[in-house]
């Protein structure tokens, strides 16, 4: 089996969650697997050693797989957080979503000019949430270098919002 089939079995289909008509890829299964869950942080980890000097996390479910992959790797890792939850000096972008609209904001402190910078979140939708998070990182002179997701929902086309490169260990 390989690792996109094993993360297929991992998910939960949810129907019409957290609206009508939006079917919800429920992760947790994944995450109360521990032998799976640990294959797609060394996967992750494999990708991505010696070659990034930061790990940027989307809220809240980048947190999720961006904290043990940044600990691996033996970098920093940075919170892209909803709004009004990071105390320091910030920036913050707007978009729109799958289900919505919604802002996030990153410390102004977190990326120096010219770190290479992992971007990670659970799921690729629509592509307004990792294009927004692409932006801010941007602002703060950060080099890019991929974005990397568990699931991309291909249909969605999400892909074509982003200027870096991403990576998806299952597209659907
Ligand atoms: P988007 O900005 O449309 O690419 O949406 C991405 C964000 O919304 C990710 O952080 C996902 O966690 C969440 N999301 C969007 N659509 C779904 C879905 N069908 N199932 C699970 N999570 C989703």
Redesign the pocket.
Known sequence: MTLAEKVSAGLRDVPDFPKEG??????TPLLENPELFAEVIDALADRYKGKIDKIAG?ES??FIFGAPLAKELGVGFVLIRKPGKLPAEKIGVD?????GSDRIEMHTSSIKKDERVLLI????????????AELLIEKCGGNLIEIAFL?E?GF?K?SEKLKSDHHSILIL
Do not use: N, Q, S, V
């Open positions: 939006i079917l919800f890829k429920d992760i989307i479910r980048g978009y729109d979503l799958e289900y979140d659970d799921l690729l939708a629509t592509g307004g949430t990792a294009a927004a699931i929902l969605l999400g």
